[in-house]
């Protein structure tokens, strides 16, 4: 062995034990072990109580502002649409038309439509007066029928007492709403809302000459449709029935042969509604250039076809369709119009051209773009 290699193996040995000396003055803890231990399984930080806690917090957070804004922007169905009869089938509507003057509990109050915010005036509506709806009878393809105009008049006696009297003393703004059977001096005494009738009680020219049963029905419901009609806008019951009376008493026979000693309940409006009502433009408004036609319509499938004349000569025309088929349900669409005069109709579709045997049924306004 060299000088060299001796030297190495003395200081090697001097080494280890300097080290040895180190190592037994090293007194660990009683629980390093346990610390140890704690601290290699102490969870990462991404599945820390605190950290899952908040992580969680997030993801309900979002899911309700995801529902939130889920059903913000899909509100549900609108199930109260226009009429309270079950939508019935298209062949109901050409079916024979019951008794007009049956008085069952009543089933059809006025429409939902009908208690809607009345066509904007021309005019400004004078001090003390009501805008009430008004029925008039007007001429279709299959007989007349009854239509709806909104009438600004004074109403000393209430809006029932009002669209009553208009009825019988005015006549329409639509001059196509032009026939009725009552006569224009019979005056109304009082209009009044029980619990059970809506009492009308007339008095002057009520002894009414014999006419074709038909129209004397017809012009009863005039009258029915009229008061419940204003009886809902004005937050009554409008689904009750009509007792007609004549200086306070039930009359035994009005027009001949019809016997009105008992209330009248609201017939079918499929049996004596005009099927297509304009509401807006009302006949001669003045109106902006972009124009919104809107009404309700009872149509089979739920179309209509529309078209605007200036001068006789058709300038726009079009398709839409009512929110449901086959009972009344509102529609609408917009048309931009330059200024000047124009006429509105709005017509079924006769997808049988012709075949049934009448015309599709319709509704005309003339107005005016300013």
């Known amino acids: 062995m060299s000088v060299d290699d001796e030297r190495y193996r003395r200081d090697e040995e001097l080494l280890r034990q300097a080290l040895r000396e180190e190592a037994d003055q090293v007194l660990p803890s009683l629980d390093a072990l346990s ?26 957070a979002l899911a309700v502002i995801v529902g939130s804004a889920y059903f913000l922007g899909n509100p549900a169905d609108d199930t109260t649409a226009s009429g309270s009869d079950s939508s019935p089938s298209a062949t109901v509507m050409q079916s024979p038309s019951p008794s007009l003057t049956e008085s069952p509990t009543p089933t059809d109050p006025p429409d939902r439509t009908e208690t809607a915010s009345p066509p904007p005036e021309t005019d400004a509506p004078q001090t003390g007066n009501e805008t009430v709806p008004v029925y008039f009878v007007t001429e279709t393809t299959r007989g007349d029928r009854l239509a709806r105009e909104f009438h600004n008049v004074p109403a000393p006696d209430g809006p029932l007492a009002a669209a009553v ?11 196509d709403y032009d026939a009725s059977a009552w006569l224009p001096d019979t005056e109304v005494r009082r209009v009044e809302v029980t619990n059970d009738v809506i009492e009308v009680d007339l008095t002057g020219q009520t002894d009414y000459t014999s006419v074709r049963d038909e129209v004397a029905q017809l012009a009863v419901q005039q009258l029915v449709y009229t008061v419940t009609a204003a009886a809902s806008d004005a937050g009554q019951n409008g689904a009750l029935p009509v007792q007609i009376l004549v200086d306070g008493e039930p009359p035994a026979r009005m027009w001949g042969e019809l016997d009105l000693s008992q209330p009248v309940a609201r017939a079918n409006q499929l049996d004596v509604r005009q099927l297509v009502q304009i509401n807006n433009p009302a006949e001669g408004a003045v109106v902006g250039p972009a124009v919104t036609i809107d009404g309700e319509a009872a149509v089979n499938e739920a179309n209509l076809v529309w078209e605007i004349r200036q001068d006789g000569e058709v300038i726009e025309d079009g398709f839409t369709t009512a929110k449901e088929c086959c009972r009344f349900a509102e529609f609408g669409f917009t048309v931009d119009l330059e200024p000047g005069s124009y006429t509105v109709t709005v017509s079924e579709s006769d997808d049988s051209g012709g075949a049934e045997g009448f015309g599709p049924m319709s509704d005309t306004k003339n107005f005016s773009v300013e």
Request: aromatic share 2%; hydrophobic share 45%; net charge positive.
């Open 35 to 60: 610390r140890i231990r704690r601290r290699t399984a102490r969870a990462p930080l991404w599945r820390r109580p605190v950290v899952l806690g908040m992580a969680a917090a997030s993801v309900t």
């Open 165 to 175: 009297t208009t009825m019988l003393t005015s006549r329409a703004n639509d001059p």
